[in-house]
């Protein structure tokens, strides 16, 4: 199987899907990674242009822990996102054309914060207008597949349907978090949050619910065309 996870931030799959990421990758599936926007904002101090090349690498090393066969980065400036944007579908349509993944991950449509939320409906959207012959004729179609969203940051808003054990991969998910160093540090040093600490919770708190020591959750986007008899996550 191939599966395209498409995140807003370069660590926001890490964050909300990486053990399941590492896991499918480590059971023989194909995975590729994207993250919409640069991150280009996500400092106080290394300026946008400097930050977002440097969120770019810590993407691709994130990505190669995972076990990740390609790091797409569609570049957005953070805060400047639009899903009707015609370049952002474009790039969206090549992507999920290029990769023909079996499903999708995505953020959830009650994300809490709004280039998530922009993320989701451009996935949303893309994943139809790829099967559109007409739209971005320049790309070969591709068909309509499946959406499973991710879990939200400390699972605020989201009622989980199906949860993925990780429990083996909790170290490498981490550990790709941890690739994320311009993050991590800077969230450490204004915010006094331990991050890594932070996403490791959650994902026990999931690991709770689910009666496994690590997990991750997830739900199905219902809307036609979108729902299966198959389940698609490990
Ligand atoms: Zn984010």
Same mark, same amino acid.
């Given at each position: 199987?191939?599966?395209?996870?498409?995140?807003?931030?370069?660590?926001?799959?890490?964050?909300?899907?990486?053990?399941?990421?590492?896991?499918?990758?480590?059971?023989?599936?194909?995975?590729?990674?994207?993250?919409?926007?640069?991150?280009?904002?996500?400092?106080?101090?290394?300026?946008?242009?400097?930050?977002?090349?440097?969120?770019?690498?810590?993407? =691709?090393?994130?990505?190669?822990?995972?076990? +990740? &066969?390609?790091?797409?980065?569609?570049?957005?400036?953070?805060?400047?996102?639009?899903?009707?944007?015609?370049?952002?579908?474009?790039?969206?349509?090549?992507?999920?054309?290029?990769? #023909?993944?079996?499903?999708?991950?995505?953020?959830?449509?009650?994300?809490?914060?709004?280039?998530?939320?922009?993320? $989701? #409906?451009?996935?949303f =959207?893309?994943?139809f207008?790829?099967s559109?012959?007409?739209?971005?004729?320049?790309?070969?179609?591709?068909?309509v597949?499946p959406i499973?969203?991710?879990?939200?940051?400390?699972?605020?808003? !989201?009622?989980?349907?199906?949860?993925?054990?990780?429990?083996?991969?909790?170290? &490498?998910?981490?550990? +790709?978090?941890?690739?994320?160093? $311009? #993050?991590?540090?800077?969230?450490?040093?204004?915010?006094?949050?331990? !991050?890594?600490?932070?996403?490791?919770?959650?994902?026990?708190?999931?690991?709770?619910? $689910?009666?496994? #020591?690590?997990?991750?959750? !997830? &739900?199905a986007c219902h809307a036609h065309l979108r729902d299966t008899?198959?389940? !698609?996550?490990?």
């Amino acid at each position: 199987m191939r599966v395209l996870a498409v995140g807003c931030h370069p660590d926001d799959l890490e964050i909300c899907c990486g053990g399941t990421l590492a896991r499918m990758a480590d059971e023989g599936h194909e995975v590729y990674m994207c993250h919409v926007a640069n991150g280009d904002m996500g400092h106080m101090v290394i300026m946008p242009e400097e930050l977002g090349k440097l969120r770019e690498k810590e993407a =691709e090393n994130g990505g190669d822990i995972l076990g +990740a &066969k390609k790091v797409y980065n569609v570049n957005i400036g953070d805060c400047r996102l639009y899903s009707h944007d015609t370049e952002a579908r474009r790039e969206m349509v090549r992507i999920i054309r290029e990769v #023909q993944p079996d499903f999708i991950i995505t953020h959830s449509p009650d994300d809490y914060m709004e280039d998530h939320l922009q993320v $989701s #409906q451009l996935v949303f =959207e893309t994943s139809f207008t790829a099967s559109v012959a007409h739209m971005f004729p320049e790309y070969p179609v591709y068909r309509v597949v499946p959406i499973y969203y991710m879990d939200n940051l400390a699972g605020a808003n !989201f009622l989980p349907e199906q949860y993925v054990d990780i429990t083996d991969y909790i170290d &490498k998910k981490i550990a +790709a978090l941890e690739c994320h160093e $311009s #993050q991590l540090k800077w969230m450490l040093e204004h915010d006094k949050i331990d !991050f890594a600490e932070f996403v490791k919770s959650c994902s026990r708190f999931r690991g709770l619910q $689910s009666g496994v #020591q690590y997990a991750e959750a !997830f &739900k199905a986007c219902h809307a036609h065309l979108r729902d299966t008899t198959k389940r !698609f996550l490990p």
